[in-house]
Structure formats: structure tokens, C-alpha cells
């Protein structure tokens, strides 16, 4: 079926795998990865299932199986399949499936462009008005002199890194990372908000660590604010070094723990407060742990949360390599 | 720097306090125009000599690219760096502009660009200055032989201008705070 396909597609280039086995194995290794994957279905040599768990969500699927059926139709769409054809029950089966793949293709591009725009539109709406406050910043610091314009400052700068991690976000898949040697206790105290009577207790001796520093900041800023929006401002929140890590990790490897004495979280929401959309107050923006998450997977690491000694909430941060 | 030698520039952009502030981190050090609007940028380009002009993309009415289309026609000469919140595309290769700053930007991001683009520019005139010396050079030394040309007090003279413009040219690509547009520069000459 395969050549089959390449002879009736004109302007897609198909790249064809006798087995699911080494269907997976292009997928690791393919220095771009395809815009749709087209299956057939005859266990052993071709499972569609092994390679519905392999793919990304996001890499859409035609399940076009030599011998169909309507059980397998229902068990291939409900494990992520995007689209199913039986070509035996079609006139031209080849060119049926060429044309879904140029369906998806159009609809994945079309996607793309809205995102494109849509980012473009968040960076230029988000950063003008940021500009404005700036220079009004600047331009009042030379009739009067308050601290509380350094407050501000520092607000502004935040919301422009936020905004330019927003906008990286929705331009690019996952989030791209050039990490740094970086002095953790320094990005933590930059980190720890200003205008906060809460309290900071730092670890003795915290490590020079492989990070990116400014998602390191955005990290920690938003495990501290979840930490005070959710205990208030008389919380405590420890943060140092787990002192037995994983040891099954490389030497180099540590953990940190950020650990608060607010109210906790419920093991049951464990798991979904690192979703988007997922807030636990009123304040929440359902973005501030979920973003958190893709840090920590960009960085390659790994986040736990668990109950503090004193009830509250415990993030572990796991895999950090000192520098 | 005499008030006479002082670089003068256009300021454009719609929002009247970004403008302003703008003026605020470049007035010590230069002559400064404010413009909110691009047609009232245009005639003020068209009735005064300026050295450089900081403009945003995006402005009611005319955009700050349609200016900078009317700046490359006119064939006017000076130095031109987009301020804008509008992120860069492919489309900036073809723009007729020497900077690109992406708002918001920083009192030290903007001067610093400001300082580069007259740099750059001054590079280019030593450049252009050099060519035309290296070129007599050539001439002179296809013509005669070099000891006729020892003799020639004139022709000393042109050597010893050409060296002192090859180490003030040096001098000028070391002053480039990025390394690489530096070393671009210094592997030019």
C-alpha cells in the first residue's frame, strides 16, 4: 500500500517503513518530524497500537488497515487515531488516503498561520503598552523620587518576561532552553516577590546548577506565588537541597525541595494542578503551575509534589545537575 | 563635542510619552526632534538635515515603513532604527533600515543603538575615504618603480595616511560592543 500511496501523491514527500518497529524507530531519530503518519494494521509486523502510544499527541494518525473492521475502526479512534479509512471498501483506496493527507496537512498549516498571527498580535498588543509604562516610569522618576517606582519597575520587568515567554511559547512547541551555569540562591532571591511579608528560609550552601536563569526566575516566582496566594502572607516557605536524592540518579545530579506550611494539597489534585487552566483560588490564572511543568521538562527534570512537615505543600524538583 | 558637531535626530512614534522619553535618554548627548506622526515626520525630514531617525512601525495614518519607503526614494542619507512592539519578520532583509529594536527597550538598549548606528556609519565613510587612497596607491605603484616613488615626498605622505586611516579603522571595529559585528569588521580590512 505504501508505494501504492507514493505514486498517487504528487506534491507530498512519502517516507515509507516495512514495520511499526522501524516506523518508531524514524520517529526517534527523523531530524524533522513528518506531518502525518499513515498505519496499517497486522500485528506483529504492524501493530497500530504500539505506534498510537509512541506518537506524540499532536502528530496526527491515518489508520488505514489492510483487513478493516468496525471494532478496530472504534479501538484505533479511541487510542488517538485521527482518522480511520478502510481502503478495501473504497473505489481508490491510494488516492482516498492521499487525499486525507492533503486534508491535514492544509488543516495543520492553517493551524499554524492562526498561531502565528494570534502570537503576533499577543507580542505587538502586550509589549506597546508595556513600552508606555516604561518610559512613564522614566520620564515621572525625573519629577519625583518614591521607592515605590522601583516597585513598579521591577512589575514591568516581570510582565515583559512574561510576555516574551508567552509569545515563545506560542510560537514554538515546546520551550527552547540555552542553559547556563547559574548561582541558584541569587535567581531565588530575585525571585522572591517584593511586596510579600512572607517569610524565606533558604537552605544552607544551595549549588551552582545547569539552568536557564530566566525560566529558573519564572520556575521559582511561580512556585512562591503559588505558595502565598494559596497560605497568605504569614506563610514560611523553605526552599535547599533534598538532603538523600534519588540514588539511582548521576552524582552530579540533585534535588531541591520548595516546601510552605500553607494548607497543602490534596493527593487526589496532585496530578492536575500541573494542567492548564487548572486553578485552586480565586486569583489563579490556571497557568502558573502548568507552566512550571513545561520548565521543569524542558530542563529535564522531574517535579513531585508531596505534603511539608507541617502539612503544607512539598514540589520536589528532581534531576538538577550541578554545574 | 561643540555644540556645532552635536548629531541631530528624529524621534517618531505616535505614543507621545514613549516619545518623550526617548528625548529623555538621548538629549544629553544629541540634538533631539520629536515627531508623533509619520507625515509630520516626512516634512520635517524635508525642511531639516538630521543624522539619524528613530521611528516605530506601527503609527496611525502613515506607518513608520511607508516613511522609511519615502526616506530610500528621496535618496536621503542618514542613519534609520525601527522602534517597534511589532516582532520582526523575513520581511525586515528588504527594509530599508540600518537597526531593528524591539519594544519595550531599555534607556542603555536604545542608546547603545543609537551609538552603533553612527559607528557603522563613520566606519563606512573611513571605508569609502580608504578605497579612494588605496586605489591612487595602486595607480601610483603600477606606474613607477618603488624607488622613483621614495623620492616622492607626496607619495610618503599618501603611505603614511593610509596607515594612520588603517589603524583608526581598527580602532573603530574594536569599539563595537558585539564581538561578532567586530570581528566581521576587522576580517573586512
Known amino acids: 500500500m505504501g508505494s501504492q500511496i507514493e505514486a498517487a501523491s504528487e506534491t507530498t514527500q512519502i517516507v515509507i517503513k516495512e514495520t511499526t518497529t522501524a516506523g518508531v524507530g524514524y520517529l526517534d531519530d527523523a531530524e524533522t518530524r513528518p506531518d502525518c503518519i499513515v498505519t496499517d494494521h497486522d ?26 473492521s468496525s471494532s478496530l475502526a472504534t479501538r484505533g479512534l479511541r487510542a488517538g487515531a485521527e482518522t480511520y479509512l478502510d481502503p478495501s471498501t473504497l473505489d481508490d483506496g491510494p ?11 492544509a488543516e495543520r498549516q492553517h493551524s499554524d498561520d492562526r498561531i502565528e498571527r494570534f502570537s503576533s498580535i499577543v507580542s505587538h498588543e502586550l509589549r506597546s503598552p508595556i513600552q508606555t509604562a516604561k518610559s512613564g516610569l522614566d520620564l515621572a522618576k525625573t519629577e519625583c523620587d518614591s521607592h515605590y517606582l522601583d516597585s513598579v519597575a521591577e512589575t514591568i520587568d516581570q510582565l515583559e518576561e512574561l510576555t516574551d515567554n508567552l509569545v515563545d511559547e506560542l510560537k514554538h512547541d515546546e520551550i527552547a532552553v540555552e542553559t547556563e551555569s547559574v548561582d541558584l540562591e541569587a535567581v531565588i532571591q530575585e525571585a522572591w516577590p517584593d511586596q510579600t511579608t512572607a517569610t524565606l528560609s533558604i537552605g544552607s550552601e544551595l549549588p551552582t546548577i545547569e539552568a536557564e536563569r530566566s ?9 512562591f506565588r503559588n505558595s502565598i496566594r494559596h497560605g497568605g502572607d504569614g506563610i ?8 538523600s536524592p ?20 490534596e493527593p487526589d489534585r496532585r496530578e492536575e494542578i500541573f494542567e492548564y487552566g487548572y486553578t485552586g483560588s480565586t486569583g489563579g490564572t490556571g497557568f502558573g503551575l502548568a507552566i ?9 527534570w522531574e517535579i513531585t509534589v508531596t505534603e511539608s512537615d507541617n502539612g503544607g505543600a512539598r514540589f520536589e524538583l528532581h534531576e538538577v545537575k550541578e554545574f | 563635542m561643540t555644540e556645532e558637531d552635536r548629531k541631530t535626530i528624529l524621534i517618531v512614534d505616535d505614543e507621545e510619552m514613549v516619545a518623550e522619553s526617548y528625548e529623555l535618554y538621548l538629549q544629553d ?27 516605530d512601525r506601527r503609527m496611525p495614518g502613515m506607518s513608520g515603513d511607508v516613511v522609511v519607503d519615502h526616506i530610500e526614494k528621496w535618496d536621503m542619507d542618514f542613519q534609520v532604527i525601527m522602534v517597534t512592539a511589532v516582532d520582526p519578520d523575513i520581511d525586515i532583509i528588504d527594509m530599508p533600515c540600518d537597526g531593528y529594536l524591539t519594544k519595550p527597550v531599555s534607556e542603555d538598549e536604545l542608546v547603545d543603538a543609537v551609538k552603533r548606528a553612527f559607528l557603522i556609519d563613520h566606519y563606512e565613510d573611513l571605508i569609502a ?12 605603484t603600477s606606474q613607477f618603480s618603488s624607488r622613483e616613488l621614495a623620492n616622492k615626498d607626496q607619495f610618503t605622505d599618501l603611505e603614511a595616511q593610509m596607515e594612520e586611516m588603517e589603524a583608526e579603522i581598527a580602532n573603530t571595529a574594536d569599539q563595537f560592543s558585539d564581538s561578532k559585528l567586530s570581528d566581521a569588521f576587522s576580517r573586512l580590512h
Open chain 1, 43 to 68: 500485528p506483529p509486523e504492524w501493530d497500530c497500537f504500539e505506534l498510537l502510544e509512541t506518537v506524540p499527541p499532536e502528530l496526527p494518525v491515518v489508520l488505514a488497515p489492510g483487513r478493516g
Open chain 1, 95 to 105: 488516492a482516498a488516503i492521499v487525499t486525507e493527507i492533503d486534508r491535514i496537512i
Open chain 1, 215 to 223: 525560566r529558573l526566575r519564572q520556575l521559582l516566582d511561580n512556585l
Open chain 1, 236 to 243: 514560611t516557605v523553605r526552599i535547599g537541597v533534598i538532603e
Open chain 1, 246 to 265: 534519588n540514588s539511582s540518579g548521576p552524582n552530579d545530579h540533585i534535588g531541591l525541595y520548595i516546601a510552605d506550611d500553607g494548607p497543602g494539597i
Open chain 1, 292 to 300: 512550571v511543568s513545561e520548565i521543569v521538562e524542558a530542563f529535564d
Open chain 2, 29 to 55: 548627548d544629541y540634538e533631539t526632534i520629536v515627531e508623533l506622526s509619520g507625515g509630520a515626520a516626512l516634512m520635517e525630514l524635508d525642511q531639516r538635515e538630521v543624522d539619524l531617525v528613530l521611528i
Open chain 2, 129 to 140: 575615504e580608504y578605497n579612494q587612497l588605496s586605489e591612487k596607491y595602486e595607480v601610483l
